[in-house]
């Protein structure tokens, strides 16, 4: 807003001064939804997990995420591979630290059978510290 301080017997002066009020209405609206969407942008592979009611474990740093979807196929962290190619693509994760956890997460569907081939040959690969993923859910008995 401009303030007058002095009087003039010119009253069509022009004040050259910005209202910025508009802009930080602006900006204060474009964080928000930003807020908002950064969380939806960070989705991994599209799973639909089965509940448990067990304590969530904390995390660690950088976990080693294998994932099986509902037609089989399966990912190490975001980078697809075969059941063939499991062992060298862990490797290549891991760093070839087999005592690091792999968590395993697969779609509900996925049946047990094909659940326990994975892990058998996680097993066979040399990953003994094998956890299952599913999603926290307390209602669940």
């Given at each position: 807003?401009?303030?007058?301080?002095?009087?003039?017997?010119?009253?069509?002066?022009?004040?050259?001064?910005?209202?910025?009020?508009?802009?930080?209405?602006?900006?204060?609206?474009?964080?928000?939804?930003?807020?908002?969407?950064?969380?939806?942008?960070?989705?991994?592979?599209?799973?639909?997990?089965?509940?448990?009611?067990?304590?969530?474990?904390?995390?660690?740093?950088?976990?080693?995420?294998?994932?099986?979807?509902?037609?089989?196929?399966?990912?190490?962290?975001?980078?697809?591979?075969?059941?063939d190619a499991l062992p060298a693509t862990l490797a290549a994760a891991t760093r070839g630290d087999k005592n690091q956890r792999i968590f395993l997460r697969a779609d509900r569907i996925v049946s047990y059978g094909s659940v326990m081939e994975i892990m058998n040959r996680l097993r066979d690969a040399g990953y003994l510290k094998v956890a299952l993923v599913g999603l926290e859910n307390r209602d669940a008995k």
């Open positions: 807003m401009a303030i007058r301080l002095h009087e003039s017997e010119n009253d069509l002066e022009e004040t050259h001064e910005i209202n910025v009020t508009p802009f930080i209405d602006v900006m204060l609206v474009l964080l928000i939804i930003f807020m908002v969407a950064a969380p939806i942008a960070t989705v991994d592979v599209p799973v639909d997990l089965p509940g448990s009611t067990i304590e969530p474990s904390p995390r660690p740093e950088l976990p080693v995420f294998l994932t099986v979807k509902s037609d089989l196929s399966l990912t190490v962290g975001d980078d697809p591979t075969t059941l």
